[in-house]
């Protein structure tokens, strides 16, 4: 064992107990389904069980037991077993993956190959033990020096070709353990200077390793969801996924939207100076939301630190959204987060996930009353009305011109009045509701 603290319980919002769910309550009905089945929640394996507390200033802070030995092989046999035993602890039901994550480099490709081969027998045996589930997989091709350009925006064909070896080995995992989605993070996938930067050749090339991609999944049979995570800078100056709309538009220029939806990051919706409503929102309308990292990215500084959720107002916005969509049918949250570097024990792991599926499960019990009084719903109905009938309803049916409104304010012009948008009340509205829900 790993870790020395039984299974987490839930305890209700009055008890002291560090290691025990406020609000996460996983049997509890919220609009008709258990709390567990709104939140699929998912242990990144990255951040999670790999991360040792490095930033650009500092070197590891961190020791785990499970890398207790020098065998990078071992190493990777360990981390899987932590990892379950962690997932059983905190009642989690799915987790998510790169491949570098889960076993070492090899001198070549067919030996990487090889070491993932092995590891993914200990995990599918593991998964069939525990009943725990794969939300994603995807592949590192961006920490390599091979990417130091990028990967499928690479100007070196080679590069180009090995990153899309690593995503066909990849891919062939996650339908083996049954992920449910696919997710292309293209870290690198962006330019430091147009100087030596040729940009519509190399979205091409991004577009074209997609359909790829695509076509491979078909292939193999492979019928899980296929995500694309928008970030807008770090590493590279500029991402060609920049954001929400940018990768809408990506898809829609190259038709890939029929086959693509986006899997979006709390932090970096903070990055693009978006609010992560303002990103699901723009996904949702685009019919493209696919899945979503939950994390927290601090304001005051300009880079992804990906801290765990503990901003009640983005986890109550993002649940009412997904309340209305009627959730994620191939997604889930997967906590793309990392304990602080001076929060180096086992038992922050713990707790770091402890505090953000609290945060989530009160932000779904808020966004489901939110939903069911019909607050926000009616007074943006309401806001709009004047489209709903006469000179507003030809506007939106396309049945009117330039002439025809010009003539209608000569008409009206002593009738037009706008409304108060209640902006601070309606955000006071919503701190009530979260103030007042148990």
């Known amino acids: ?94 987790f998510c993956f790169h491949d570098k994550d889960i076993a070492p480099l090899g001198k070549t490709i067919t030996e990487t190959n090889a ?44 590069v180009f070709a090995y990153a899309a070896a690593q995503v066909k080995k990849a891919m062939e995992i996650t339908k083996r353990l049954g992920g449910e989605g696919y997710v292309f993070w293209g870290g690198r996938e962006g330019y430091e200077t147009l100087l030596n930067t040729d940009m519509k050749r190399e979205q091409n090339h991004l577009a074209a390793f997609l359909q790829m991609a695509a076509n491979y999944a078909d292939e193999i049979g492979f019928d899980g969801g296929l995500f694309i995570e928008p970030k807008p800078k770090e590493p590279t100056k500029h991402q060609y996924d920049f954001d929400a709309a940018t ?84 997604g889930g949250l997967n906590f793309d987060a990392k304990v602080r570097r001076g929060s180096f024990t086992e038992e922050d792991l713990l707790l770091a996930y402890i505090a953000g599926m609290d945060t989530y499960a009160k932000g779904l019990k808020v966004a489901a009353r939110l939903l069911e009084d019909g607050v926000l719903e009616q007074f943006i109905q309401e806001r709009y009305a004047s489209y709903d009938q006469g000179i507003g309803a030809k506007i939106e049916a396309g049945t009117t011109n330039l002439n025809e409104l010009a003539d209608y304010v000569v008409a009206h012009e002593g009738e037009l009045s706008n409304q108060s948008g209640r902006q601070e009340w309606l955000e006071a509205t919503l701190n009530q509701y979260i103030f007042e829900t148990k």
Not at 22 to 35: R, W
Not at 123 to 141: D, F, H, P, Q, V
Not at 298 to 314: A, K, R, S
Request: charged share 20%; proline share 4%.
């Open 1 to 94: 064992m790993y870790f020395k603290q039984d299974k987490i319980q839930y305890l209700g919002a009055s008890s002291k107990e560090p290691f025990a769910f406020k609000y996460y309550n996983a049997d509890e009905l919220v609009a008709g389904k258990p709390m567990s089945e709104h939140l699929k929640f998912a242990m990144s394996y990255w951040h999670t069980l790999t991360a040792m507390g490095v930033d650009p200033f500092g070197m590891e802070t961190m020791f785990r037991p499970w890398d207790d030995t020098t065998d990078a092989m071992e190493q990777a046999k360990a981390r899987v077993y932590a990892g379950f035993e962690f997932m059983e602890k905190l009642g989690l039901r799915y």
């Open 115 to 158: 070491n993932l081969d092995v590891i993914v027998d200990i995990i599918e045996a593991e998964m069939k033990r525990t009943g725990i589930k794969l939300l994603w997989g995807t592949t590192n091709a961006f920490a390599h020096p091979r990417f130091m350009h990028g990967a499928a925006t690479s100007p070196n064909a080679d």
């Open 247 to 330: 990768v809408v538009g990506f898809l829609k220029t190259y038709n890939l939207d029929g086959r693509f939806k986006l899997n979006l990051e709390t932090n970096h919706a903070t990055l693009a100076g978006h609010t992560f409503h303002h990103e699901i929102q723009v996904a949702i309308q685009h019919g493209l939301l696919g899945s979503i990292d939950i994390n927290y990215g601090d304001v005051l500084l300009g880079w992804d630190t990906d801290q765990f959720p503990t901003n009640i107002y983005d986890a109550v916005l993002t649940m009412y959204e997904l309340l209305k969509l009627g959730g994620l049918p191939q």
